[in-house]
DNA sequence: TTACGTGCAAAATCTTTGCCCCTGA
DNA sequence: TCAGGGGCAAAGATTTTGCACGTAA
C-alpha cells in the first residue's frame, strides 16, 4: 500500500469506466468480460489489479455478500444492499444516514467495545421477484 | 442438500465438541488443527463436509467477516460480531432483539423490498486493546 | 448387508504474483 | 529515459469432490 505516485492507463480507465455504467455489483468476472468487449486483450490479473487499486483509493467499494466472490460498486455516496433471495440480485438501498448513526449509538450503549463502523447486508426479497409471486 | 438420515460418526461428534468449546469463531484450518489432536488421521475434507452438514442443519453457524475465510461459531443464539481492527479478533454482541427489530422496522419503511433478514458485522476495537491503548 | 461416512488426493475456484516487455510522463 | 503498468502463466489459497474402503445400524 505504499504511496507511489499512479500514471494514467488505458486499461485502468475503462475499468473504472465499465464499472460506473454497471449498476449489477459485479463480480471481477463480470467485469473482467465486460472490459474484454473493449480491451480484447487484457488480461485478469490487471482487472484485479486496478480493480484493488481503486478500491485502496476508495475511488470504489469492494463488497463481500457471502457468496464467495468479490464484487465491486462505483457508487461511493453512503448506501447499503439488499440480496434478494429469489433472484440473487444485489440492490441498492440508499438509507437516511441519521436511522444508522441511530442504531450504531444504540448498540454502543449495550457494547463494552468501541464500535468505529458497521457493515450491513439485507436479505429479503426484491419488488420484481414480490410482483412475480402475486 | 437432499434430505438423507444422517448416521453417527465419531468425526461430526468430535468437530461439533471442539467448536463448542472454541469461543474464537475459529477458521477451517483452525478447526482442522485442534480436531487433529484428538483424531491425529481425520482429513481436511471431512472437517468442511461436517461444518457444512452441521451448518446447513442450522446446529451451527457459517460466519462469513470479509477475510476470505469462512469462520464457524456454535453458538445458535441470536447475536452479533465485532471485528476488532486492532488485534483482529471476532467478538460476540449479545443485543436486544428489540433494538435489531426497531432498526428494521425503520429500514423497511425506507424500503421498496421485503426485508427477510440481516447480516451485521460492526467493526471497531475490542476491550482489550482500548485498555492497550489508554 | 448396505448406505452413509471417511481418508486421500485431485480438481475446481478465486485471487495474487513474478517476469519480462510495453508505455506514459 | 525509466519507473509504473500490462500480459501471461504459474503459483497460492481455500474449498469441493470422486473414489475405494470403512463402519454404523
Redesign the pocket.
Known amino acids: 500500500m505504499s504511496e507511489?505516485?499512479?500514471?494514467?492507463?488505458?486499461?485502468?480507465e475503462i475499468i473504472y469506466e465499465v464499472l460506473k455504467n454497471d449498476m449489477s455489483h459485479p463480480?471481477?468476472?463480470s467485469i473482467y468480460m465486460n472490459v474484454k468487449k473493449i480491451?480484447p486483450?487484457?488480461?485478469?490479473?490487471?482487472?484485479?489489479?486496478?480493480?484493488?487499486?481503486l478500491a485502496n483509493q476508495k475511488k470504489i467499494l469492494r463488497l463481500d455478500i457471502g457468496d464467495?466472490?468479490?464484487h465491486f460498486d462505483a457508487r461511493i455516496t453512503p448506501h447499503y444492499h439488499l440480496i434478494c433471495d429469489e433472484c440473487g440480485e444485489i440492490k441498492d438501498l440508499f438509507l437516511d444516514e441519521s436511522l444508522i448513526s441511530v442504531f450504531i449509538d444504540k448498540v454502543q450503549k449495550e457494547s463494552d467495545e468501541h464500535i468505529h463502523n458497521i457493515d450491513i447486508v439485507f436479505h429479503g426479497t426484491c419488488q420484481n421477484c414480490l410482483k412475480k409471486k402475486s
Chains 1, 2 share one sequence.
Open positions: 507511489t505516485k499512479m500514471r494514467y492507463s488505458k486499461q485502468r463480480s471481477v468476472d480491451i486483450d487484457i488480461s485478469l490479473g490487471t482487472v484485479y489489479r486496478n480493480l484493488n487499486l464467495g466472490v468479490v
